[in-house]
T-cell receptor, first 118, second 110 residues
Framework: GAVVSQHPSRVICKSGTSVKIECRSL??????MFWYRQFPKKSLMLMAT?????????EQGVEKDKFLINHASLTLSTLTVTSAHPEDSSFYIC??????????????FGPGTRLTVL | QKEVEQNSGPLSVPEGAIASLNCTYS??????FFWYRQYSGKSPELIMS????GDKEDGRFTAQLNKASQYVSLLIRDSQPSDSATYLC??????????FGTGTSLTVIP
C-alpha cells in the first residue's frame, strides 16, 4: 500500500501555544487529504477535508480559525492547532486519498500525532 | 440513519477459529468498500478493498460484498491473538466521499 508519514509523532506543549502537524504522502500524489481526531476508545472523527490548492472543507462543529489547514502541494498538508488548550489533547491522524480513477481510490492513514496540552 | 453501521462488539473468538465481522451501509449506490484494522493507540491500516459483488480473498482474510443486501463482511480464518484489534468498515459514495463505521472490537483468545 501507499505510505503516508506524519510528523511529529508526539508533542507536549503548554496551553496557549500553537502546534503544527505535517502530513506527507511519500510515494504518491494526493489531491485530497483528510484530518481526523480520535479520543481514547472513541471512533475516528473527521475534522476536515483538505484539497490541494484550495481551502479546506471543515466538518460541522470544527472551528476553522482554531484548526488551520494548508495543502500547498500534492504531497504535503499541514494542520496547525492554534492557541491549544488541554481539551485539544487528542490523537490527530491524517490520511491521503490516491488519485486513481474512481471508484478505485483508496485512503491511507499516517501513523498519527499524539498531542498533549498541559 | 448512519451511512455505515457495525456491531461495536466486543467480539471474542478462540485462537484458530473464524472471526466474522459485519457491516451494512445505507447508500444503495455506494461504489467502494474497505476494511481497516486499528490496533490500540495506532492509526488505521487498510487491509482489504472490494469493489464488486462476491468474495475477495487475501491470505487469511476474505471480504464478501452483497450490494443487493447492502452488506459487506470480513472473515478472518485461523484467527491469531495478533488479530485482536478494532476493525473499521468504510464505504465511498458516488461523490467519492469516505464514510467510516464506528468499528468492531475483536479479541482472539489464546
Amino acid at each position: 500500500g501507499a505510505v503516508v508519514s506524519q510528523h511529529p509523532s508526539r508533542v507536549i506543549c503548554k496551553s496557549g501555544t500553537s502546534v503544527k502537524i505535517e502530513c506527507r504522502s511519500l510515494d504518491f500524489q494526493a489531491t485530497t487529504m483528510f484530518w481526523y481526531r480520535q479520543f481514547p476508545k472513541k471512533s475516528l472523527m473527521l475534522m476536515a477535508t483538505s484539497n490541494e490548492g484550495s481551502k479546506a472543507t471543515y466538518e460541522q462543529g470544527v472551528e476553522k480559525d482554531k484548526f488551520l489547514i494548508n495543502h500547498a502541494s500534492l504531497t504535503l498538508s499541514t494542520l496547525t492547532v492554534t492557541s491549544a488548550h488541554p481539551e485539544d489533547s487528542s490523537f490527530y491522524i491524517c490520511s491521503a486519498k490516491t488519485s486513481g480513477r474512481a471508484p478505485y481510490n483508496e485512503q491511507f492513514f499516517g501513523p498519527g500525532t499524539r498531542l498533549t496540552v498541559l | 440513519q448512519k451511512e455505515v453501521e457495525q456491531n461495536s462488539g466486543p467480539l471474542s473468538v478462540p485462537e484458530g477459529a473464524i472471526a466474522s465481522l459485519n457491516c451494512t451501509y445505507s447508500d444503495r449506490v455506494s461504489q467502494s468498500f474497505f476494511w481497516y484494522r486499528q490496533y490500540s493507540g495506532k492509526s488505521p491500516e487498510l487491509i482489504m478493498s472490494i469493489y464488486s459483488n462476491g468474495d475477495k480473498e487475501d491470505g487469511r482474510f476474505t471480504a464478501q460484498l452483497n450490494k443487493a443486501s447492502q452488506y459487506v463482511s470480513l472473515l478472518i480464518r485461523d484467527s491469531q491473538p495478533s488479530d485482536s484489534a478494532t476493525y473499521l468498515c468504510a464505504v465511498t459514495n458516488t461523490g467519492n466521499q469516505f464514510y467510516f463505521g464506528t468499528g468492531t472490537s475483536l479479541t482472539v483468545i489464546p
